[in-house]
């Protein structure tokens, strides 16, 4: 059977074409993909003293000859630097690890809420997407006062004795852990329950009845074709989280340094347009890999959806 | 042959002057490299219920989707009334679609959905009103019209989708599969009051079914499609007692199928020798030349059965009964002949079961007379 | 739920748990007297009356609501522009380059495509003359580029669920192409517009990063005052808006629950 709109006329046909496609493609093409083609040309430029702050990466001199700078200079700075090394691998450390952690926190919530009775499906998934609608920055904050030396996790801890003296976790890695899986939970829960309950339940009946255990059913049918949500999910808190300014900023120590951070820092304090860029451009490469493996998992769901 | 005045006019198709209503002529189109219709040619004429039957991926769909306007045909024109209606939109085209998932909106009433043709067409409120409750009436759904699709049953949804094909007085309706949505027992029913329906009102119906009971009941005549060609264009009873093909033979009806070649012609008459062996003795006014390769087709019904052995002979086959499938007004009989055929038979089960003297693993013979088959060539 | 439900159960009360009580935290201390996070020392609203009487923060806030509503109502044309070419166009040439712009504003780290955007405006500036001084404008454009991206996904979900018969029978029965989109189509998106549009609300009153980035002298938004602040450590006044923010998102999805389950039907 043929799929989608038959001919009207060929002419609003054509006119809907252009509206529907062209309009968005024009705006992304200018606000999301040309700003790159920028990034990229400053990224070769050097920092000057001057407004913007970045010599030019082309200039017309005399008879109208061209020339072109091209400055690896940025690129340079970053390979000698050891701070901006480390600073990428943490921030890939740190995404893996919060990746991993709301996947084990996720996953066994999104079957939770699968498996629900129908009626009760709705409000606990509204209960997951509930705290997204409230200011991510805010709900950073609330943990600043229960982290803190003198925060409610410490004096809670101390009186029940568990300790004898306030933990620091403010400042540290630790905090941005508890932050991050604070913040992207829901991302990860979502696509899973998304995947999750498009699952025919048949399919574990029919395992069950050809002689599979609950939990073996579990780890040969479900888990393998939730794959796709799992992928899903993790990519969706993995590629943020790399470059995650916030929680770093705010929860963060000195041990936890982040691309992000960084980025942040040279482009406010140290007013070096060209160095952020550059920091940019290699953080986007980093991101390529994951982000072509979501798009293809993307794709194959949409394929499979009935 | 002298074909009187009346059987004329219930039968146009048989009047070579009569003028055809819709007609295509030549369509073809494609997907890509597939032939979904491959060059079809038809006449339906005013009035008539004309079905369009197939399995599923034939075309038929396709075909009727050509028809409403939501698909263009790679080649071929399309005349509906006269006029070439090929590359009409389907919103400005005289014709109307009941469709199979019925499609009515789920945002609006029963009475808006009846009305939402006529106020496209910008009919003014007080005759919409009353053209409203009109088709209400007709289908006997008056006291729906408040009520929402999600509120309304598998048979009611169906009265209101036609209600609402029917309300901007098309020229042809087309029919989805109209009764494939609705259990057995709703669906013989409604199969006659979609009759009586078409009668009174006197509009053409084109439908669309993969139910051959369904279009025998129904039609006028059926066209009978495969990979988008048209194999047999006719009425139901010609379909089923002449087919003209293999295809349409096994397709409408059970059928046995006996292979073998031409020996010898004798007046209206031909001998045929079966590849399973055996003589077989048939009416064919074909003029097959000796030696043709042809397959006779004989409907089980229409087949004899005796007790005991017999000689094999013209037109009978003796053999032992494999398989009995006893459906309480007629059973079914395997017969696997001598020559390792297997044959099938039905009986009208005119005594109880109980009674009947024929079982398993009994020897019997079956025979049937000239006039009991087809021969086909291919 | 059987048994082996239980341990999965316990799992899902502590996911609830951890996703509720810092708000719950925030909330409550939000009422508090001191403005010691761990010391209790009597009910009090007065930290609502000072956030009241902030001058600044009130300013931010409806910079914020008009740039965040502004991003919203374009967001939602534009994604729904957008969902309309990936659902109903088939296959058209450039189609999985639409996907991916579509699908890379949704994971993009915001230092990335803050600057970029501060990048491409001072560039265009540079050369058009245009953006002129930045601030209502420069941080709504950037906004509406990734929201549309999510009003995309929310509007292109429920388009594709949408029985393609429905919009052929309103043809069938003599509505024009912009007619059939108009009764049929619109009416049946409306809710995922109506989400598309919330949700790009939100993400837009939400986001500090790529606002710093587009944002010039004069032009704070809301999360940029409360960053500010909450740099300087706990602050009870942030409770306070906490607070108010929480109970808004949540009377407004009480009312939403109420009136959606209210109509017949899904």
Known sequence: MSIGAGPQSQGSRRLSRLVNIGIPYVWLGVFFLLPFVIVLQISVAEPALAQPPYTALWEWIDDGLLQIQINLRNFMLIGEDDIYLAAFLNSLWVALVCTLLCLLLGYPMAYAIATAPERWRVLLLMLIVLPFWTSFLIRVYAWIGILNSGGLLNTFLLWLGVIDQPMQILHTQTAVYIGILYSYLPFMILPLYANLTRLDPTLLEAAEDLGCRPMRAFVEITLPLSKPGIIAGSMLVFIPVVGEFVIPDLLGGPDSLMVGKLLWTEFFSNQDWPLASALAILLLGLLVVPFVLMQRMQQTMDETQP | ?378 | MKRRAWPLLGVLAFGYAFLYVPILLLIFYSFNESRLVTVWSGFSVKWYGELLHNRQLLDAAWLSIRIAATNATVAVVLGTLAANALVRHGRFRGRTGLELLLTAPLVMPDVIIGLSLLLLFVALRELIGWPDGRGFTTITIAHITFSMAYVAVVVRSRLGQMDASLEEAAMDLGARPLGVYRQITLPLIAPALLSGWLLAFTLSLDDLVIASFVSGPGATTLPMVVYSSVRMGVSPQINALATLIVAVVTLAVVIAGISLGRKPGR
């Open chain 2, 1 to 378: 042959m002298a074909v009187s005045n009346e059987r004329r006019l219930l039968e146009p198709w048989q009047d070579p002057k009569a003028p055809p209503y819709l007609r295509i002529d030549r369509v073809t189109k494609t997907f890509g490299d597939l032939y979904a219709v491959d060059d079809v040619s038809l006449n339906i004429f005013k009035g008539e219920f004309f079905s369009l039957l197939g399995s599923s991926g034939c075309g038929k769909s396709t075909l009727l989707r050509l028809l409403a306007g939501f698909e263009y045909p790679t080649s071929g024109r399309i005349y509906i009334d006269g006029v070439d209606v090929t590359d009409v939109p389907p919103y400005a085209r005289p014709v109307n679609m009941m469709f199979q998932s019925y499609a009515l909106f789920p945002h609006m009433t029963v009475e808006q959905n009846v009305e939402f043709g006529l106020k496209q067409d910008r009919v003014a409120k007080k005759e919409r009103q009353e053209r409203v409750g009109e088709m209400l009436d007709l289908l006997k759904i008056m006291e729906l019209r408040k009520r929402r699709p999600d509120q309304l049953s598998g048979g009611q949804r169906q009265r209101v989708a036609l209600a609402r094909s029917l309300a901007r007085h098309p020229k042809l309706l087309l029919l989805d599969e109209p009764l494939g949505a609705l259990d057995k027992r709703l669906r013989e029913s409604t199969q006659f009051e979609l009759v009586n329906l078409q009668e009174r009102l006197g509009i053409t119906f084109v439908t669309v079914t993969h139910d051959q009971e369904e279009a025998m009941t129904m039609s006028t005549r059926i066209a009978v499609m495969d990979a988008g060609q048209i194999m047999q264009v006719d009425t139901p009873t010609a379909i089923y007692e002449f087919p003209n093909c293999r295809l349409t033979a096994e397709f409408i009806g059970s059928v046995n199928l006996f292979e073998g070649k031409v020996m010898e012609r004798e007046g209206d008459q031909v001998l045929i020798e079966a590849r399973h062996g055996g003589i077989l003795r048939m009416r064919s006014l074909h003029p097959h030349p000796l030696g043709t390769p042809v397959t006779v087709a004989i409907r089980p019904e229409k087949m004899r059965l005796s007790d005991g052995p017999a000689e094999d002979g013209v037109n009978r086959l003796s053999g032992v009964v494999e398989d009995i499938a006893y459906l309480g007004d007629v059973s079914i009989y395997r017969i696997r002949a001598n020559g390792g055929q297997l044959v099938e038979m039905t009986l009208t089960n005119i005594q109880p079961r109980t009674e009947q003297a024929l079982t398993w693993e009994q020897d019997v013979s079956v025979e049937w007379s000239p006039t009991s088959g087809v021969v086909l060539t291919e």
